[in-house]
């Protein structure tokens, strides 16, 4: 059974740091795509970065470009977001979610944690 | 900016059938999008339902379907049941710099 797992989310002040993680099981990690959605609260999905089944490769919202950094470990299955400089704008549930490049689409999803930017 | 548009809310009687659009604030949409549609209800994960236009995700039910419609990916729910009263989203693939825009989601009601 596939399972993806995020942690990390709370409560940070604007301008801070937070990094998230995301924990997956049930399936070949290293063969995958990998990427973060995240959804403010009351608001649509929103996609935020990607990462190649390698690490080689990311990419990322403008909205987030230079601020944020999607990384991955294959020997521990993980994936992970540095959020920093984060903003009121960056509240939000974020999602991981397993992409299927072939079609380009996200095949599972998490449940998210939430990351509330405040002072 | 690439905008995804959708219809910020629709409403279906149960029974009935409703479609669902997805389209761009400029062009038109194609296979070449990758459009795919996710379900989310309250304080839950999307749930994927179709994907590359028309594929159902494993388990979705086949009163599901998608399909491009003049300029516009489709989703259709036919024999709309109450528990399909959701927030669908469709996403395209752009490619490029940007790889992903969602749309701003519907809200169906099924009353």
């Known amino acids: 059974e596939v399972q993806l797992l995020e942690s990390g989310g709370g409560l940070v002040q604007p301008g801070g740091s937070l990094r998230l993680s995301c924990a997956v099981s049930?399936?070949?990690?290293?063969?995958?795509?990998m990427s973060w959605v995240r959804q403010a609260p009351g608001k649509g999905l929103e996609w935020v970065s990607v990462?190649?089944?390698?690490?080689?490769?990311?990419n990322y919202a403008d909205s987030v470009k230079g601020r944020f950094t999607i990384s991955r470990d294959n020997s521990k299955n993980t994936l992970s977001l540095q959020m920093n400089s984060l903003r009121a704008e960056d509240t939000a549930v974020y999602y991981c979610?397993?992409?299927?490049?072939?079609?380009?689409?996200?095949?599972?999803w998490g449940q998210g944690t939430l990351v509330t930017v405040s002072s | 900016q690439t905008v995804v548009t959708q219809e910020p809310s629709f409403s279906v009687s149960p029974g009935g059938t409703v479609t669902l659009t997805c389209g761009l604030s400029?062009?038109?949409?194609?296979?070449?999008?990758?459009p795919s549609w996710y379900q989310q209800t309250p304080g839950q994960a999307p749930r994927t339902l179709i994907y590359?236009?028309?594929t159902r995700s494993s388990g979705v039910p086949d009163r599901f379907s998608g399909s491009i419609l003049g300029n516009k990916a489709a989703l259709t729910i036919t024999g709309a049941q109450a528990d399909d009263e959701s927030h669908y989203y469709c996403?395209?693939?752009?490619?490029?710099?940007?790889?992903?825009?969602f749309g701003g989601g519907t809200k169906l009601t099924v009353l």
């Open positions: 590359s236009t028309n």
């Open positions: 049930g399936f070949t990690f290293s063969t995958y795509a």
């Open positions: 990462i190649s089944d390698s690490g080689a490769n990311t």
């Open positions: 400029s062009g038109s949409v194609s296979a070449n999008y990758y």
């Open positions: 979610a397993k992409v299927l490049w072939r079609n380009r689409h996200f095949d599972y």
């Open positions: 996403v395209l693939y752009m490619g490029g710099g940007i790889s992903w825009v």
